[in-house]
C-alpha cells in the first residue's frame, strides 16, 4: 500500500514536471514570438517614417510641378501678348508703307548722293524764316 502511494506520487510528480517541460518550452516560443514581434514592430516603425518621408517629399515635388505650370502659364501668356504686339506693329507698318509716297531706288546713286526726303514736300515751308539761324538764345517776344 505505502508502494502503491509512492508510485502514484512518482506519476503526480512526472506529470508535474511534463507539465513543467511543455510551460517551459512554450515559454521559449513565447520568447521567441515576443522577440519577432519586436523586430516586426521596428520595422513597421522604419516603414511608417519612411512613408511619411516619402509623402512629404511627394508633396513638396507637386508644390514645385504647380509652381512651374503656374510659370508656364504666365509666360505663355506674355508669349502671346508680344505675339499680339508684334502683329500689331506689323499692321502698323504695312498701313504706313501704304500711304508713304513711293520713293525708287536705282542702282545708279552713289552712297553720297543727296537722299530725297520722306516726306510730302506740300507740307514744307519754303518761304525764308525771320530766325537767325546764328542766334544763340530766343526770347519770346512780348505782347
Do not use: C, W
Not at 34 to 47: R, Y
Not at 54 to 72: C, M, N, P, W
Not at 89 to 106: D, G, H, N, R
Amino acid at each position: 500500500m505505502d508502494m502503491k502511494v509512492k508510485e502514484d506520487q512518482i506519476r503526480e510528480l512526472e506529470l508535474k514536471v511534463q507539465e513543467l517541460r511543455k510551460y517551459k518550452e512554450n515559454e521559449k516560443d513565447t520568447e521567441v514570438l515576443m522577440s519577432a514581434l519586436s523586430a516586426m514592430q521596428d520595422k513597421t516603425q522604419h516603414l511608417e517614417n519612411s512613408l511619411s518621408a516619402e509623402t512629404r517629399i511627394k508633396l513638396d515635388l507637386f508644390s514645385a510641378l504647380g509652381d512651374a505650370k503656374r510659370q508656364l502659364e504666365i509666360a505663355q501668356g506674355q508669349i502671346l501678348q508680344k505675339d499680339q504686339e508684334i502683329k500689331d506693329l506689323k499692321q502698323k507698318i504695312a498701313e504706313v508703307m501704304a500711304v508713304m509716297p513711293s520713293i525708287t531706288y536705282s542702282a545708279a546713286t552713289s552712297p553720297l548722293s543727296p537722299v530725297s526726303p520722306h516726306y510730302s514736300s506740300k507740307f514744307v515751308e519754303t518761304s525764308p524764316s525771320g530766325l537767325d539761324p546764328n542766334a544763340s538764345v530766343y526770347q519770346p517776344l512780348k505782347k
